[in-house]
């Protein structure tokens, strides 16, 4: 697993120069993760617990938001970039933060810090806070600066335990919906 994580963040810094712009480096970043190495949505089995497995998906290669936002976000903050985990209800996605203030000097900052998103699910798309404001409308919810900003590690942690929950609960496997119950609750 170490071993996978390396070869994919090698590859990218490998690729990534100090004077790329935000943007482009995610562009790269999308090019190596998703073109060279594969990474993808798994859409025909979603609700499957191997999709919540990092090692699976290191294997595999396909995922769900979550375990794809994971891996990609370590390979980037492996190299500096500054993308962390976005909590959004029924997705998990990443933001790219304005470590530098470009959008709050260009007068175009809204409070959040977030330069843009991003969409491992969807290959790396690209996306901004009016689409997250239209994402969260279409839920009928209303908008919570959570939706918008980085979470925890621990936030993290609970919804991949709260993914596998549903999971096996799918599946049947009582004995382990147990245990992951249990370990969420310790995180609570």
């Not at 594969?38 to 979603?46: E, I, T």
């Not at 998103?117 to 901004?128: A, E, M, R, T, V």
């Not at 404001?133 to 939706?147: G, K």
Request: a neutral charge; hydrophobic letters at 40%; aromatic letters at 10%.
């Amino acid at each position: 697993m170490r071993k996978d994580l390396k070869k994919i963040t090698q590859d990218v810094w490998l690729e990534i120069s100090q004077k790329n712009t935000a943007l482009e480096k995610v562009r790269i970043m999308n090019k190596i993760f998703f073109g060279t190495h594969k990474f993808r949505g798994n859409s025909k089995d979603f609700h499957a617990p191997a999709n919540s497995c990092i090692n699976t998906v290191l294997e595999n290669r396909k995922g769900n938001p979550l375990s794809l936002s994971l891996i990609y976000s370590i390979v980037a903050q492996n190299i500096g970039m500054p993308i962390y985990g976005v909590n959004l209800p029924n997705h998990f996605i990443l933001a790219y933060m304005d470590e530098h203030r470009i959008k709050h000097e260009n007068g175009t900052a809204k409070s959040h810090g977030v330069l843009f998103y991003i969409n491992p699910f969807s290959k790396g798309s690209l996306f901004d806070e009016d689409e997250i404001d239209e994402f969260i409308t279409s839920l009928n919810l209303p908008a919570d600066r959570e939706f918008y900003e980085p979470c925890s590690n621990s936030s993290i942690l609970r919804r991949m335990l709260t993914n596998l929950i549903a999971a096996f609960k799918e599946a049947g496997a009582a004995d382990k919906v147990k245990e992951l119950t249990d370990l969420r609750e310790i995180l609570e």
